[in-house]
């Protein structure tokens, strides 16, 4: 016997009687739904999704072809009115039986409930089967039965002969009065009841065919899977087989509490950082122009200040004027240079602009702000900010996103250790395996380098942007010594570390992604 046909003979010994008798059947049929399925095994319906189950699970069948529809049927309230006759219905009748009649000796005598009557009322009024003369006093003038009326008891009856009935096998115009009637107009006594059932259609794997072969050679011996009192008290249990159990099924996965691998990722930077002797910045995410892009050396005509790429806050407008000496010096710095040495950029700089109110857009505003406190000389700074920019949503961008952001002060750090940095952060951080550098332009750095990485799906992907600040944005803050900066793409970061294909799923609402997604700790 061969290792193959041992296996088999465990896998038979260990079938369940509900999966012999799924496989009996299939094996038959080749293909078959679960309605089938209950058919042919004489299964009750949960009995087969149970075998099916099993089935799956050890590789015998596959699912061929699986689709979700909309079935209904009479809750009780439309079994009763089936029996009894809809409200208009029984209020007609009553009329056209006993002539016109007081309104509340009328509802009396046709056993309508109060909720149900108003709206009983309204439908035969707006047929013309009922007039309400002086008195309250309702008369059903001569002439054949409401459509209304008829069309609805034709519908139920339909409904309860059919059930389950697809609701798509019925005109367009009864499955909205279908709809209507599972709608629960009669405060939550919806007549019928629309649930949506997913059908799949099974065939058997090739080893779900030898095991059926099998399975029909040798005929299946009824199993008992609990020993019970009664068997011990008389013996019974020495001409039983017990059912073995298989262990190479695999368990149902354990769903513990767990923190968000993305909320962990979060702060696993923070402490990475904290650990190699960074300070945290924080501020708003509500900033003005001035501190997000003014002390930048952002000149006010440049493009990424266009409405298209930043968002603008509506109601406060503008800030409180931005504090002195750091207004007149960026506005000097823009105009003509100030005290840089540059020439600047040579414009008129508007004040009340670099008050406008907007969504922090880059975490180096925070950068920014650090530069004008009197910072450390050495220090080191970073953030992780949430930013927002005006983009379109895909695989690898997003409109509001997570940006760690970092500086350096110190007389002696220069080019050489920013590089030495950003890769130290791309490896230990993002794990990333391949790592390359660009030239790039930034107006507030130079010189300025981009950083890709390689993702195993997606392929060279820009991590952010870098490079030593400008003396135009140092010098009016008040530093005079070099500073190196960053702001790197956290949430892309994020993708490296926990093998992600798309940005989106960061954020995702799919409890089975968060739940089995790995943790970069």
Not at 181 to 210: C, H, N, W, Y
Not at 237 to 256: C, D, E, H, M, T
Not at 380 to 400: E, G, L
Request: proline fraction near 5%.
């Amino acid at each position: 016997m061969t290792d193959e046909d041992a296996g088999r003979d465990a896998l038979l010994e260990s079938l369940h009687n509900l999966e012999a008798r799924a496989l009996s059947a299939l094996e038959k049929s080749t293909r078959a739904d679960e309605r089938a399925l209950v058919e042919a095994t004489g299964l009750h319906e949960a009995q087969v999704r149970t075998a099916m189950g099993w089935l799956l699970s050890k590789n015998l069948v596959e699912v061929a072809r699986e689709e979700t529809r909309r079935e209904v049927r009479l809750t009780d309230a439309g079994r009763d009115t089936v029996a009894r006759g809809t409200p208009e219905e029984r209020i007609w009748k009553r009329l056209r039986s006993a002539g016109p009649t007081q309104m509340d000796a009328l509802m009396e005598a046709s056993g309508v409930e109060k909720e149900d009557r108003s709206g009983a009322v309204g439908t035969l009024r707006a047929a013309k089967a009922i007039t309400i003369g002086p008195g309250g006093i309702v008369a059903a003038p001569d002439g054949p039965e409401p459509e209304a009326i008829a069309r609805d008891r034709g519908l139920l009856r339909a409904a309860q002969e059919r059930e389950p009935a697809p609701l798509e096998s019925f005109a367009a115009a009864e499955q909205q009065r279908l709809q209507e009637m599972a709608g629960g107009k009669r405060k939550g006594k919806g007549l019928v009841s629309i649930d949506l059932r997913r059908e799949r259609t099974f065939v058997l794997t090739p080893e779900g065919q030898a095991i059926a072969r099998l399975l029909a050679e040798r005929g299946f011996r009824e199993e008992v899977s609990q020993l019970t009192p009664e068997m011990l008290q008389d013996g019974s249990w020495r001409n039983v087989r017990f059912r073995s159990y298989y262990i190479g099924l695999q368990p149902p996965r354990s769903l513990a509490g767990k923190k968000n691998s993305y909320g962990q990722f979060l702060s696993f930077v923070r402490s990475k950082l904290l650990a190699m002797g960074f300070t945290e910045m924080r501020g708003s995410m509500v900033e003005n122009e001035f501190w997000d892009m003014d002390a930048l050396y952002m000149p006010q005509f440049h493009p990424a200040r266009n409405v298209h790429d930043v968002y603008y806050v509506k109601e406060p407008e503008y800030s409180d004027p931005v504090a002195e000496p750091f207004a007149s010096r960026v506005a000097a710095a823009h105009e003509n240079g100030g005290d840089t040495g540059s020439r600047g950029w040579e414009y008129r700089f508007d004040p009340l602009r670099s008050r406008r109110l907007i969504l922090r857009s880059q975490g180096t505003a925070l950068s920014a702000r650090a530069l004008a406190s009197g910072p450390k000389v050495p220090g080191k700074y970073f953030a992780i900010a949430r930013c927002f920019r005006y983009d379109q949503v895909d695989a690898t961008h997003a409109s509001d996103f997570f940006q760690v952001e970092g500086i350096v002060l110190a007389e002696k750090v220069n080019f050489r250790t920013l590089l030495g940095l950003l890769k130290l952060f791309a490896v230990e951080i993002a794990r990333a395996t391949e790592v390359e550098f660009a030239p790039a332009y930034f107006p507030f750095t130079e010189p300025s380098v981009e950083m890709h990485a390689r993702h195993p799906s997606l392929g060279w992907m820009e991590l952010g942007g870098a490079g030593l600040f400008r003396p135009e944005v140092r010098e009016p803050l008040g530093v005079n010594v070099p500073v190196i900066a960053w702001g790197l793409g956290i949430d892309r970061m994020a993708m490296l570390a926990l093998g992600l294909h798309d940005i989106r799923d960061l954020f995702s609402a799919d409890l089975d992604l968060v739940r089995t997604r790995k943790s970069v700790l």
